[in-house]
């Protein structure tokens, strides 16, 4: 019995895999050889340009973006540390979770999910609590859509000596992410999103201020150990600690390959168009959007408002039926909003695709 073509991924992620990325995962190759490590340090030197990343050292975390960011509680922090963490989406309070669970003093501000951070709040949270170690703050939130302003919160933070951490796995291959100019300390992103790669694969970018925090201490681990996985690749033959998942190395450097073969600034505009454009489009079928005074909204999706009366489940088991995945709202939002995604190798035509099945709802 035929199960059909696969529905076009319109959603927060996974997203989309294009044929020459599955092809170039599609085999095994030993991971302790020279033919993988050419594969792992060009993977490193093609993603710098999209962390905008000259010198700091990039990571390989075998595990999906969660893991790449409970390994940066685990290697920058001790117990007892405070940090302040910004929870204005699903994926900030998660990472302030994280922080909690290892017995951190998280320091909670902009919690609510309808706005941006704003710079100033940052900075009466660093005035208000003494010897705070790091900020973590999500660049672009799926549960959200928004944008926040990561520039300027880390102008703030620099002022005050402490680090700033960012979790870029929604937007490092589809926004401009400046991990140099913004002065940065930890950025990590995804194989699953803007990346267009299967998921299960991070990457942890770690500057000097970084690995003096983790010089300090930080917790006990073995797996997710920054210093392990820095000694590995720094070898004349770059490796990983342990048994690489060699098809995701392959998948991620012929996706990144894409990305530049395309242009950098080509990505970001074309997700910035897609945006724009599918918002218009839902606008006009009565959709609104999500926190109507979120300052800046990210390109790669958009969480939209369903009319009056309308159920975000029905939505989705609509489009659905007409061969399209889209996601439906997180937390309080569930009952109220649909989110879809439009990043990677998600096109113009895939949005006008699936405007055409909201408008037949």
């Not at 019995?1 to 044929?19: A, D, F, N």
């Not at 309070?93 to 994280?98: C, H, R, S, T, V």
Request: charged content about 20%; glycine content about 8%; overall charge negative.
């Amino acid at each position: 019995m035929s199960r059909g073509p696969p529905p076009l991924l319109m959603t927060p992620g996974p997203t989309r895999i294009p044929e020459r990325v599955l092809l170039a995962g599609n085999r095994v190759i030993h991971h302790r050889t020279p033919e993988f490590s050419a594969a792992l340090r060009k993977l490193v030197e093609l993603v710098r340009p999209l962390f905008g990343a000259s010198k700091a050292d990039v990571l390989p975390v075998q595990g999906t973006g969660r893991a790449a960011m409970e390994a940066a509680v685990v290697n920058l922090f001790l117990p007892g540390d405070t940090v302040v963490a910004c929870c204005n989406g699903k994926f900030g309070e998660m990472w302030a979770g994280f922080a909690e669970r290892y017995e951190l003093n998280v320091v909670r501000m902009a919690t609510d999910w309808e706005r941006s951070v704003e710079p100033e709040e940052v900075s009466a949270a660093l005035d208000a609590n003494r010897n705070v170690r790091a900020v973590l703050i999500v660049h672009s939130d799926t549960s959200t859509g928004v944008l926040n302003p990561v520039a300027d919160v880390a102008a703030l933070v620099r002022e005050r000596g402490a680090l700033l951490l960012v979790d870029g796995i929604s937007s490092v291959g589809g926004v401009p992410f400046l991990f140099d100019e913004w002065d940065l300390d930890l950025a990590v992103t995804s194989s699953q999103k803007c990346l267009m790669s299967s998921p299960g694969l991070s990457l942890a970018v770690v500057g000097q201020r970084a690995w003096a925090a983790a010089e300090r201490g930080g917790m006990p681990r073995a797996y997710l150990d920054f210093a392990s996985i820095r000694e590995s690749m720094d070898q004349a033959l770059p490796e990983t600690p342990g048994t690489t998942p060699v098809s995701l190395v392959l998948q991620l450097q012929e996706a990144i390959r894409i990305i530049h073969d395309e242009g950098l600034r080509s990505v970001f505009d074309r997700h910035s168009e897609m945006a724009a454009h599918l918002r218009l489009g839902a606008a006009d079928l009565g959709y609104g959007l999500l926190g109507p005074t979120i300052a800046e909204r990210s390109p790669t999706l958009s969480a939209l408002t369903v009319p009056s009366g309308v159920d975000p489940q029905q939505v989705r088991m609509h489009v659905r039926e007409a061969g399209i995945q889209i996601a439906v709202g997180l937390g309080d939002f569930k009952s109220v909003c649909v989110r879809i995604g439009h990043m990677g190798d998600i096109r113009m035509p895939d949005v006008n695709v699936t405007l055409d099945a909201l408008a037949r709802f």
